[in-house]
Nanobody, 118 residues
């Protein structure tokens, strides 16, 4: 088991920045992927950004060039730097830890609210 605790959400004006943090209770090197998802009211949860154990990254098209995912293995923490925020980025952001293989496992944080005002 691992606990994931997100922080860094809040209210920001359009064009502003926030940095989300996801602190894991155990080494994140044991996971194949660490990711950030978001869920807006009335919408499905979507993958925003992911980073592999080898630090390869992937982003959904709507955040490319604005968001950056990174990791600090020594601190067991994953970050999401969000710049040039837009009202449509408003959502609850969730941290995810994923292992692949014949029995995939997912762990989730409790979520942190990000609200972008216009």
């Amino acid at each position: 088991q691992v606990q994931l605790v997100e922080s860094g959400g809040g209210l920001v004006q359009a064009g502003g920045s926030l940095r989300l943090s996801c602190a894991a209770s155990r080494s994140i090197l044991r996971f194949d992927f660490m990711g950030w998802y978001r869920q807006a009211p009335g919408k499905q949860r979507e993958l925003v950004a992911a980073i592999t154990s080898g630090s390869d990254t992937n982003y959904t098209d709507s955040v490319k060039g604005r968001f950056t995912i990174s990791r600090d293995n020594a601190k067991n923490t994953v970050y999401l730097q969000m710049n040039s925020l837009r009202p449509e980025d408003t959502a609850v952001y969730y941290c995810n830890a994923h292992t692949t293989g014949w029995m995939p496992v997912d762990y989730w944080g409790q979520g942190t609210q990000v609200t972008v005002s216009s």
